[in-house]
């Protein structure tokens, strides 16, 4: 009964290449032992590895103190939000998984793959022994919703597009309402108060929403023909890239104070998202410039041919195409931009990297260096390498780049 | 007849030129509000704008300086000193990320698999962690965890490696340095001289020669000489060997490397170089496989297929990027403030706290960056344009 019928091949049919197999051994030979410099490569890099990392796992997993990171958790996720409002950072980050799964499902229907490992990092950190049974219950729920948000996507695909593009566009003001409050439903958490990832978070993104609509206008007056603005758009873009964030962090933090009319005063916080937004913008207005210059001439030849006006040619035909075509670099501006935000810890704020020198200064954590900075580390890390993952199926799944 | 002309408020010239000059406007307008505010303020609090805080004394110490330095100098030379600290770390740093990023780059592309991967756990390491974060682990979790002077690891030489940083041999220069200076030019004329002349045969000939490899041969042949001449002379070597003691506790004499200096380079080039691996990854991606094949069929081995076919194509790829890494590189360098460095920034720092100098402070700091920008891009713009494809 195992013979199968002979499959019949057609002429027309492509017949896939056949793939290579090996052996243990000779996969071995043809990757390490191929030739015998090779041999001998394969063999110090062997000893060097085995050197450096059986120092590194002992000290991990035997020496190390992790109790530093453990009682101070909530330090690094959050700063001093009052513990009595964190429900406000959940129901943020629940209508992110809503929004999230909801877009899964619509724009992504294929993809199976990363859909699966966004529910299954929930959990695990659900999972986690040392999280407060609120965070515990709370992961779990932020799992469940995404899912539900997938599952409404996929029993509605049609009448759920509308509300994804509101819920897509509003959560930015969400957000930043939900944790900074409004009076009277919400009490005022005042931004000395925001810390940690949290801060880290909200930098990044509001350093990129807001400056999108800058850069954007500063990329057409690069592009544009008028000299005055041309010119001024390409200082301003030119000087902010020639400097340091730093610098312009420590401008933002010192002189920003001295531009306002006396009286009126902003905080540590909001002057280091103003010095954020108008760093990024110099940098989005040259992403956005690289794909301004990608749309060929003919499709602004053929809207002028259609009688639109400039402004039309621009806001329906050019900008939509450019701005598509720049998804991955932005996504790419993004992720540099979310490790940049550690550069506050330098004028004083208290996010992820400025929270780890006050961790630090507690008397019983004296000296647990190595084990905070590897764990900030390994956050930054495990976000940035999540995004970019990410955005790489995203541009595949979605053909972005590809015209 | 009557001449048809559009009305000027439908001609898009002077519709241009209107919209310019409302822009123009407002922007003047809102500066001079900016500015209107900042004077007001400086104002009140009896600091107007003006440089002569830098002829001022200082009174700080600065822990490194490549020119003499101390506290009874002005501010104007301890922003000169954070300058060239900032000079100095870029400089090394760009050499030695060059060299890393490569050799990374190169075993990101190696047949051998555990090489290979390696490079990639490196590269997708490195690039997913902030420099800040990196720099500070660096700083506090390995340079700060070297033993104590006293048990400190001496190294042959002796270099004594510690929590102090490293001190190890240098030489000195003696009475007859000077002397050897001009030797060191004459290598110097002598070396271009042979480049010039190689390379000229080179294009006469068709058969370059190894152009680096022999004007490199010639200066250091002229050094030794002059070295072993200036020697047999004036009996005094031009300089001296001079050997780091251990001296209650510290250590004297040698090259002392603080852990700031160590930490701060070697993030920045372990930082810098995951970057230049993919930049030169890319680069000689681009080389078509059919290039490599065509030189290899026309009796080309393996490294010269590599120096005369491959690398010539490669670098021009890599040229405008491996420029930005480097920019990068040198504004990186001002987070050595984090970690206690007195480069420019942390030297400005200082100022600003000690004189409440802020606008100052900030066009100087900007100037002096936005110079180092202009400058290394105006040499890489050259060298790239030099090493550009010349098409017919």
């Known amino acids: ?403 | 007849m009557k001449e048809t002309t559009i009305p000027f408020w439908r001609d898009e010239r002077v519709l241009q030129w209107i919209a310019q000059i409302i822009f123009l406007i407002v922007v003047v307008a809102s500066g001079a509000y900016l500015y209107h505010n900042m004077m007001t303020a400086l104002a009140q609090r009896g600091l107007l704008p003006s440089f002569h805080f830098l002829k001022l004394t200082a009174g700080f110490d600065i822990g490194e300086h490549l020119i003499p330095y101390s506290r009874n100098d002005t501010y104007g030379r301890a922003l000169l000193v954070g300058i060239l600290n900032t000079i100095e770390v870029s400089f090394l740093g760009i050499i030695f990320a060059t060299i890393l990023g490569i050799i990374i780059g190169v075993m990101r592309l190696s047949q051998n698999w555990l090489l290979n991967k390696i490079a990639s756990v490196y590269i997708e390491i490195i690039r997913n962690v902030p420099l800040l974060v990196l720099l500070v682990f660096w700083y506090t979790g390995v340079f700060l965890q070297f033993p104590r002077l006293k048990e400190a690891k001496i190294l042959p030489g002796p270099t004594y490696v510690s929590n102090r940083g490293v001190a190890m041999p240098w030489g000195k220069p003696t009475e007859t340095w000077h002397i050897y200076l001009y030797v060191l030019a004459l290598g110097l004329i002598l070396a271009a001289i042979v480049w010039w002349r190689l390379t000229l045969i080179g294009k006469r000939t068709g058969r370059m020669p190894l152009v680096t490899v022999w004007s490199t041969l010639t200066f250091l042949g002229v050094a030794l000489l002059g070295w072993i001449g200036i020697t047999l002379i004036y009996h005094q070597a031009p300089l001296a060997l001079d050997r780091p003691e251990l001296k209650g506790l510290r250590t004297v004499g040698g090259l002392e490397l603080t852990p700031e200096f160590l930490a701060l380079l070697s993030g920045l080039v372990f930082y810098t170089a995951a970057f230049i691996a993919e930049v030169v990854r890319a680069g000689i991606q681009s080389v078509s496989k059919g290039q490599v094949e065509a030189a290899r069929a026309l009796g080309l081995n393996g490294f010269q297929t590599l120096r005369l076919v491959v690398f010539p194509q490669a670098l021009r790829v890599i040229v405008p990027p491996m420029t930005s890494q480097y920019l990068n590189l040198t504004k990186n360098s001002s987070l050595a403030v984090f970690i206690g460095f007195p480069d420019l920034y942390s030297v400005a720092g200082t100022i600003h706290n000690q004189t409440g100098r802020a606008v100052e402070v900030t066009i100087l700091m900007m100037a002096v960056y936005l110079s180092f920008s202009l400058m290394t891009s105006v040499f890489m713009n050259w060298y790239n344009k030099k090493i550009r494809l010349v098409e017919r």
Do not use: C
Request: no cysteine; net charge positive; hydrophobic share 55%.
């Open chain 1, 1 to 403: 009964m195992m013979n199968r019928e002979p499959k019949q091949y057609s002429s027309g049919e492509v017949l896939a290449p056949p793939t290579e197999r090996y052996t243990i051994l000779g996969w071995l030979h043809k990757n390490l032992f191929s030739t015998w410099y090779y041999t001998l490569l394969t063999l110090v890099t062997l000893y060097i590895l085995y050197a450096i990392l059986k120092p590194t796992l002992i000290w991990i997993f035997t020496q190390a103190q992790w109790q530093v990171v453990v009682v101070n958790l909530r330090l690094f996720m959050v700063g001093q939000y009052p513990k009595d409002q964190l429900f406000r950072i959940w129901l943020a980050l629940d209508l992110l998984a809503f929004t999230v799964g909801l877009a899964w499902a619509l724009l992504l229907p294929k993809e199976r793959r990363v859909g699966l490992v966004l529910l299954v990092i929930p959990l695990l950190l659900a999972a986690l022994p040392f999280i407060s049974s609120y965070s515990r219950i709370n992961w779990i729920l932020f799992a469940v919703i995404g899912f539900v948000g997938w599952a409404i996507g996929k029993w509605q695909p049609k009448r759920m597009r509308r509300p994804l593009i509101v819920l897509m566009l509003g959560y930015f003001p969400i957000l930043i309402l939900l944790i900074s409050g409004f009076e009277p439903i919400l009490k005022l958490v005042k931004t000395n108060y925001w810390g940690g990832l949290l801060l880290t978070m909200l930098l990044a993104v509001v350093g990129i929403t807001l400056s999108f609509p800058l850069g954007i206008l500063l990329a057409l007056g690069r592009q544009s023909k008028l000299p005055i603005v041309k010119t001024f758009s390409i200082l301003y873009i030119e000087m902010v890239r020639g400097v340091p964030l730093v610098t312009i962090l420590f401008m933002a933090q010192l002189m920003l104070p001295l531009f306002l009319p006396p009286g009126l005063k902003i905080d540590n916080v909001l002057r280091a998202m103003a010095g954020m937004v108008l760093f990024a913008a110099a940098y989005m207005a040259e992403n956005v410039r690289g794909g301004l210059q990608a749309i060929p001439k003919g499709q602004h030849e053929a809207a002028w041919a259609l009688g639109l006006n400039g402004f039309q040619t621009m806001f329906y035909i050019i900008l939509p195409q450019a701005l598509r075509n720049v998804i991955p670099v932005i996504v790419g501006q993004f992720i540099a931009l979310f490790k940049d935000t550690s550069l506050v810890a330098i004028v004083g704020l208290l996010d992820l990297l400025g929270i780890a020198s006050t961790v630090l200064a507690q008397p019983e954590f004296i000296g647990r260096q190595r084990e905070v900075y590897l764990f900030i580390a390994l956050i930054y890390w495990v976000f940035s390498y999540a995004m970019s993952y990410a955005s790489r199926r995203l541009e595949v799944a979605l053909g972005v780049g590809e015209r």
